[in-house]
């Protein structure tokens, strides 16, 4: 199917509308990421936390085939701020403003406040995909000069988008997070059973504690209540209290995300003399469980570990996932099964003087964290060593 070269701008996501946006975002080959789903993105728009009040404002790309039908879409913000993205560059930004630039706006294509790999590039299985995505990159690089923005910046991209992006000149970015991959276990003591025996003691130790003190329950669609959400919420808040100081969701965000996506959430949930106290947040995809927020009002030993990750797991091997990506950060799930897993960013940098230093950097930083990747799984993974 040929591809109309102009791109449209649409200040709302729900311009494009929820079958034309799923028709690209639900390509089979994309594995139903949930973040790009057009319900998630909608969600965070209509909830007023991914809107121009709040510094990402939408300026989402579609481009039509020649009968006018959208054929491919890349979600796309104008930011005033670098806050909510996981993916860090305010050094740049400093670095850009001492020596007399503006850094913001900025562009960014990516899930908002959710650092888990999806497509950015989002095309109908039955057009071409390169066509596709140089028409879709060449419009948010129209879009970049048009507001004079300083970058774009697309975050948590897949591979493929992410290597073909650095072949159009875009520098190229790797970070790492901690994910657990399903090598065909049939149950959490199958997996325990991959594990050194130091590890399977420690962890069934952890998951006993934990399950001692609290009843625990995995909850999906119709189970999850509002006041599910309500008590959940007061977790939310006060990790992100206590985390960064301002959480970037709001309880309108949960409800609508219980009102529209409830089969595609898992909420592991835990309580104690009747009182919720403690709750994880997972989203579910085609191949993969996304595990996204955590939060609690009373401290017990092992309980994040167990509701966070070994409820995962558990769950996943349940339903035959490929693998569970646990959010940002933390050496601590190497322990837990979880191992040194590359995400990638690629970013276009508007002034040549900016643009040098930056790529760099991000040379130098990816053979740093490739490094402390391979040392990382070595020194550090539970798994038994073969031989």
């Known amino acids: ?87 860090f560059d305010h050094a740049w930004a400093d670095a850009y403003e001492r020596a007399g630039g503006q850094y913001y706006p900025k562009l960014i294509s990516a899930a908002p406040f959710t650092p888990a790999t999806g497509p950015r590039l989002l095309a109908r299985p039955d057009v071409d995909r390169e066509e596709a995505w140089r028409i879709l990159l060449g419009g948010s690089l129209a879009v970049c000069e048009r507001y004079e923005a300083s970058s774009l910046h697309v975050n948590f991209p897949t591979e493929a988008e992410w290597t073909w992006m650095g072949q159009q000149g875009l520098s190229l970015r790797q970070g790492q997070q901690y994910h657990w991959e399903n090598r065909g276990y049939s149950s959490f003591d199958d997996f325990l059973g991959d594990l050194s025996s130091g590890r399977r003691k420690t962890i069934r130790r952890e998951r006993r504690d934990a399950q001692s003190q609290v009843e625990i329950f995995a909850l999906t669609g119709s189970e999850i209540t509002e006041d599910h959400w309500d008590a959940f919420f007061a977790f939310y808040m006060d990790t992100g209290s206590r985390k960064w100081g301002r959480p970037y969701l709001n309880r309108l965000f949960f409800s609508l995300l219980g009102e529209r996506m409830a089969d595609r959430v898992l909420l ?31 401290d017990v030993p092992f309980l994040h570990f167990e509701l966070c990750y070994y409820q995962a797991i558990e769950w996943a091997i349940g339903k035959g996932l490929a693998r569970v990506e646990a959010g940002a950060q933390g050496q601590h799930k190497i322990a837990r099964g979880y191992l040194p897993s590359p995400v990638y960013s690629a970013h276009f940098i508007a002034d ?36």
């Open 268 to 298: 592991v949930m835990a309580r104690r003399n009747g009182r919720w106290i403690a709750g994880a947040l997972n989203l579910i995809g085609a191949d993969c469980l996304y595990g996204r927020n955590w939060g609690c009002i009373e």
């Open 1 to 87: 199917m040929k591809l109309k070269a102009a791109v449209q701008i649409n200040r709302r996501i729900s311009e494009i509308g929820h079958e034309a946006w799923d028709g690209c975002a639900g390509n089979p080959d994309y594995c139903a990421n949930p973040f790009m789903s057009f319900d998630f993105l909608d969600i965070a728009e209509e909830a007023g936390c991914a809107v121009e009040k709040a510094g990402w404002g939408p300026q989402h790309l579609s481009v039509e085939d020649e009968q006018g039908a959208v054929a491919a879409v890349m979600p796309l913000y104008l930011k005033s701020h670098s806050q909510g993205e996981y993916v």
């Open 352 to 387: 040549p003087r900016l643009r040098g230093p930056v790529e760099d950097f991000v040379q130098r930083e990816r053979a740093a964290v490739e490094g402390e990747m391979e040392w990382l799984a070595e020194e550090y993974s539970p798994f038994r060593q073969e031989g």
